[in-house]
């Protein structure tokens, strides 16, 4: 088909994009249908594309069409080496990973004083916080004390602040793309009417190590926010208990599998993997020769590290046997759940034509550590 087919299509997908972007308030359906020519049913195509890959939002259920996440990441590309684009990409992939029961939001610097909230997840609850990409907060806020390199000594030794923001209270933990400079702020929200005890050590920790994975993402070889040496240092080994060992199975590295070759030679290969009720799942891509290995030797070995302080370590020994199939569709599920948990929900669609067999490993030894 030639291409030039889809140039008006284009034309009135630019002219929609101007109208929003130009009109902070939003434009109605109807505003739009007066200043772009084109048919009712061709306009509600191109808004319901742009709406379902973020780039347009609506104030409300057919409320105003405004701009989304996306468009206003693209916007804030041109003031930072590391594009908002980057930072929303990493925000929504890390927000699939790990669920929390709260909203989550990403906030950077605004340019009179404020902050811009640049996506968010909504929690589960019945009442929730909620935010709309490009809303404007307070720089007295949680986020701004951060954005504004005001944070307190206890604020730099915890990693995080506390704060109450109208009637809700607020979580915000700093994002450094360069490893020190907070540039970007996780913003965990909840109604201030709510026990704030539900604030757990758990949920800020996740937070925390979430930061740093978005940090990570968009470039940064460590995370130590506002250059704290404190957090630089390296303390002794400690073993890590069983819920720390649970949380960094779920984090989003992959593990590297020691098996043996047939003349007996060790054999070493990263493999993407899930944590799955006691037992580790691993993906073996077409021509893997460690899947024949296996099959000949199933005693394996795995470790899964962090490359950051406090350089928390897996190491795990077991036995792996060929993925069970109970039903047809079990193998390509398995698929696409670490699909989404490496690349995301929206991973490439050929995933499964890629992989040769999955292999689940029977664990004989767990154990985790911290420090050197």
């Keep these: 088909m030639n291409n030039l087919n889809f140039t008006p299509t284009v034309q009135r997908t630019l002219q929609v994009l101007d109208e929003i972007i130009f009109n902070p308030n939003g434009v109605s359906l109807k505003e739009l249908m007066e200043k772009i020519e084109i048919s009712r049913s061709s306009l509600f195509m191109i808004l319901n594309t742009l709406k379902s890959i973020g780039y347009i939002d609506q104030s409300e259920k057919r409320g105003r069409y405004i701009s989304g996440p996306r468009m206003i990441a693209w916007g804030l590309g041109s003031r930072s080496q590391n594009t908002g684009m980057d930072l929303l990409t990493s925000f929504y992939h890390e927000a699939e990973i790990i669920t929390l029961p709260e909203t989550l939001a990403i906030v950077v610097k605004g340019d009179a004083g404020d902050c811009v909230v640049l996506g968010q997840t909504e929690g589960e609850k019945d009442v929730r916080c909620v935010f709309t990409a490009g809303q404007k907060i307070s720089g007295a806020s949680a986020a701004g004390i951060i954005l504004d390199n005001q944070a307190s000594i206890e604020t730099k030794k915890n990693g995080f602040i506390t704060a109450i923001r109208g009637e809700s209270v607020d ?103 899930e944590w799955n009720h006691g037992k580790i799942n691993v993906l073996a891509w077409k021509g893997s020769k460690w899947a024949d290995y296996i099959s000949e030797n199933p005693q394996i070995s795995l470790t899964i590290d962090e490359p950051w302080r406090p350089f928390r370590r897996i190491s795990i020994n077991g036995t792996a046997s060929a993925f069970a199939v109970s039903v047809p569709s079990a193998f390509e599920d398995l698929v696409n759940r670490i699909g989404d948990r490496y690349l995301g929900s929206k991973q490439n669609p050929t995933l499964v034509a890629q992989v040769e067999t999955a292999f689940s490993i029977n664990i004989s030894y767990i154990k985790g550590w911290k420090g050197i």
């Design 171 to 273: 979580v915000a933990v700093p994002i450094c793309t360069n490893g020190d400079n907070p540039d970007a702020v996780l913003l965990y929200s909840c109604p201030s009417y709510r026990d704030v005890e539900q604030i757990t050590e758990e949920v800020i920790s996740s937070l925390r190590d979430m930061a740093a994975r978005i940090s990570y993402r968009c470039g940064a070889q460590f995370y130590s926010p506002w250059k704290d040496e404190v957090s630089r240092q390296v303390g002794e080994t400690l073993t890590m208990t069983e819920s720390q060992v649970e949380a960094l199975l779920h984090s989003p590295w992959m593990a590297r599998l020691a098996c043996v070759k047939p003349d007996g030679s060790p054999h070493v290969v990263p493999v993407w993997f």
